[in-house]
Every structure is written in C-alpha cells, then in structure tokens.
C-alpha cells in the first residue's frame, strides 16, 4: 500500500494563496522559482506584489529608525549641555552614517525625506523627554532641524 497523492483521493492540490497562508517559505521559494522559470500564469501575483511593498514600506521604516535615533540624540545634545561628551558626538557620526547608508542602498526615499524626519521627529521627541527627564514641552512639537542641521550640523565640546 503506498502513499496517495491529494489527486488520487480526489483533493485538489492547494493553491499558492494557501500555501502562502500557511507557510510562508514554502510559498516563497515556490514563486521565486516560477518566476525564474517565466511561468507567470502560475505566480501568486497579488500576494507577490503585496510583498514587495512591504518590502518597500521595511525600506522607508529604516530610513524613519535611523532618523529617529539621530534626531533623539540631537535633542539630548541641545538640552543637556552640561551631559555632552565625545561619546555623544560620536554617536551622532554614527548615526549618521546608518543614514547614509540607507539613503545609499534606497536613493528612490530622497522624495520622502520631509514626511520621515516629520515622523522620525514625533518619536524622538518623547523618547527624549522620557530619557532626559524633562518635560514633553521642553522639544519642539515640529522638527527643528533642517536637512543640512540633520546630515553636517558639527558637535564639538
């Protein structure tokens, strides 16, 4: 007695948005392949493009991450004066360069800059005020920052 297939019980194979449903790796592989084969009439195309944005929206998330850490450490630096040190302004280039390395690997997010700082900037606001001690009211509601303050402002002791 061997082992029967889903066809020879009369079951239909499982369709590409089951498998990607139910495991996502298998799912993967398998539409890589297709598609490395040319066999797009068999690609889960709405799955594989929703995907790809997602993939897209990781790409923004970073950009908006890396920001946020910068502008956090910006407002710390400028409301706590007497707490600057080297190490703060080494965390700044840093920082920095975890930007531009994302801005490098995704120049295409150059247009979103405006909306990620905005949003980067909400963040570190109240991660500020929450590691500084200080009063949300004490940070600006809107980033005070420029681009070029944000990418080439100097932090020396």
């Given amino acids: 007695m061997g082992s029967r297939s889903k066809d020879d019980v009369g079951l239909?194979?499982?369709?590409?948005?089951?498998?990607?449903?139910?495991?996502?790796?298998?799912?993967?592989?398998?539409?890589?392949?297709?598609?490395?084969?040319?066999?797009?009439?068999?690609?889960?195309?709405?799955?594989?493009?929703e995907e790809i944005e997602s993939l897209g929206r990781e790409q923004f998330n970073k950009l908006e991450s890396a920001l946020r850490v910068l502008i956090l450490h910006m407002l710390k630096w400028d409301h706590q004066?007497?707490?600057?040190?080297?190490?703060?302004?080494?965390?700044?280039?840093?920082?920095?360069?975890?930007?531009?390395?994302?801005?490098?690997?995704?120049?295409?997010?150059?247009?979103?800059l405006e909306e990620a700082m905005?949003?980067?900037?909400?963040?570190?606001?109240?991660e500020a005020a929450k590691e500084t001690g200080l009063d949300m009211t004490a940070?600006?509601?809107?980033?005070?920052?420029?681009?070029?303050?944000?990418v080439a402002r100097q932090h020396t002791l």
């Fill in 118 to 126: 905005s949003r980067a900037h909400r963040k570190a606001r109240i």
């Fill in 12 to 49: 239909a194979p499982e369709t590409p948005a089951a498998t990607y449903d139910r495991d996502f790796y298998a799912w993967s592989n398998e539409q890589a392949a297709l598609i490395r084969a040319g066999r797009w009439q068999d690609v889960d195309r709405e799955n594989v493009a």
């Fill in 81 to 112: 004066p007497k707490l600057r040190s080297r190490s703060w302004a080494l965390s700044i280039q840093a920082q920095r360069l975890d930007l531009e390395d994302v801005l490098g690997d995704n120049p295409g997010l150059k247009p979103r």
């Fill in 139 to 150: 940070f600006p509601d809107a980033c005070p920052y420029s681009w070029n303050d944000i």
